[in-house]
């Protein structure tokens, strides 16, 4: 289904709140692993498979970006398909790659395939700016020759020899886009201040089982070029850690009892330590994570995003709504999107005590008294953020811009619903009941 219109008309997610999120959800594959390993792809010799891919709008833009250069792909299930083998072109259309960042990513492989591509500068969620210069740099050190003309990226690489990179900057994108190129590169190629990511060592292991000679430790990778790559064995992703961290947010600003199966809590060691420092009553084992109702206030916190293994900038805005529940002042410093607070004016307006001072958000939850409201998301985690205070909240909200969630979380509306929450996706102009009835989440 389309979730951004039907008939035409823009949709939203109108959320009765108040209501607590008990029993179990299922975590899908992560997308953020996925799209950089349907990139990856691009560098087999052979169809490939992989599973538990979730059905999301980016990963149905990505697919189609490699379509549209001659790729084939079949998503059925949780199952997708590619055959790289048919691909006669490696250009990726402005129109398909302004709508997602990752779509960038497809230059590293066309690289080092086919030794030339073109790529338009990205899109994605307007949280500030992620220039590609350090990709372009990197993949200079490999040989490759580029130019910026138009908005469009054009690059060649007659032949790529390893050789040793420094990143200057952590960055997710260049990390894969380089080690993506490097893998059919001449001689061994070394990066250091690599991301760490599980997402990035998702790639690493799916370039293994390609038959790249890659391998990682801690912020390095060092990469051997073979001559070809091909697929024996369908490859499965690691599950959504932005996800489970999203409804584990929910379910403890819920007061809920809620199971969360099919994770991994060893990715998300610094969310779950900072929800236990708050009072949260989680427990884990390798692929559940339990969330029991909370037992008297939670406290405030003060955190700092980090690459990881800190806290993720992709759940800040949600671990922001939660601290509208805690008793005392939190405060939230943003040290990797500088304009990732866009979400905090819509907080205002469902009754949250939250201001920003330049890169940080200071929340006091003994002030905040979340009500329902129409708001609008404008980014993918900022509209997720919006649907925990929504849940939270006392009374109907009406959050527009759900197309943002659509992108990267499979069968929101779906997975709430089964676990106690009251939604559905309504047409923009839905009239909302007079929500003055309640004094919100305290």
Avoid: W
Avoid at 79 to 88: A, E, G, N, Q, V
Avoid at 367 to 394: C, F, H, N, W
Avoid at 402 to 423: D, F, P, Q, T, W
């Amino acid at each position: 289904m389309n979730n951004e219109s039907q008939n035409g008309s823009p949709r939203a997610l109108f959320v009765g709140g108040g209501k607590p999120l008990n029993g179990e959800v299922k975590i899908s594959g992560a997308k953020n692993a996925a799209l950089p390993l349907i990139c990856a792809s691009i560098l087999s010799d052979s169809p490939v498979t992989l599973l538990n891919v979730p059905h999301l709008d980016d990963v149905r833009t990505i697919c189609e970006v490699l379509a549209s250069m001659g790729a084939k792909c079949e998503h059925i299930g949780s199952r997708l398909t590619i055959d790289p083998t048919t691909i006669f072109r490696q250009n990726a259309d402005y129109e398909l790659v302004r709508k997602m960042r990752a779509s960038f990513t497809v230059m590293g492989p066309l690289l080092a395939k086919y030794g030339r591509s073109e790529v338009a500068l990205p899109g994605g969620c307007a949280i500030g700016p992620r220039p590609v210069d350090e990709h372009l740099r990197a993949l200079g050190e490999l040989g490759a020759v580029s130019e910026l003309r138009k908005g469009i990226v054009y690059a060649k690489a007659d032949h790529l020899v390893g050789t040793f990179v420094n990143f200057n900057i952590i960055s997710v994108g260049a990390t894969q886009n380089v080690m993506m190129a490097a893998t059919r590169a001449e001689g061994v190629t070394t990066l250091e201040n690599c991301a760490e990511e599980p997402e990035v060592h998702d790639l690493v292991s799916f370039l293994q089982s390609l038959g790249a000679d890659v391998a990682m430790s801690g912020r390095r990778i060092e990469v051997r070029g073979v001559k070809s790559m091909r697929q024996i064995e369908p490859y499965s992703i690691i599950p959504d850690r932005v996800e489970a961290g999203t409804y584990l947010l929910a379910a403890v600003g819920t007061g809920g009892d809620l199971k969360l199966s099919g994770c991994r809590p060893s990715h998300m060691t610094a969310l779950i330590e900072r929800l236990r420092d708050m009072g949260a009553r989680i427990s884990a084992s390798e692929s559940m994570l339990h969330v029991k109702p909370v037992e008297g206030p939670l406290a405030p916190a003060n955190i700092r995003t980090q690459p990881y293994p800190g806290f993720p900038t992709d759940l800040q805005p949600q671990m922001c709504a939660l601290l509208t529940r805690a008793k005392g002042v939190s405060i939230v410093t943003e040290t990797v999107y500088e304009q990732r607070f866009s979400f905090i004016a819509e907080l205002q307006r469902m009754g949250a005590a939250i201001i920003q001072q330049e890169n940080a958000a200071i929340i006091d939850g003994l002030k905040s008294r979340l009500t329902g409201a129409p708001v609008e998301g404008s980014d993918l985690r900022g509209a997720a953020a919006l649907t925990i205070a929504a849940l939270m909240a006392q009374g109907e909200s009406l959050i527009a811009g759900y197309s943002h969630m659509a992108r990267g979380y499979e069968n929101m509306v779906e997975k709430l619903n089964g676990i106690g929450a009251n939604v559905r996706l309504v047409d923009r102009t839905y009239k909302l009941k007079n929500n003055n009835n309640g004094n919100g989440s305290h």
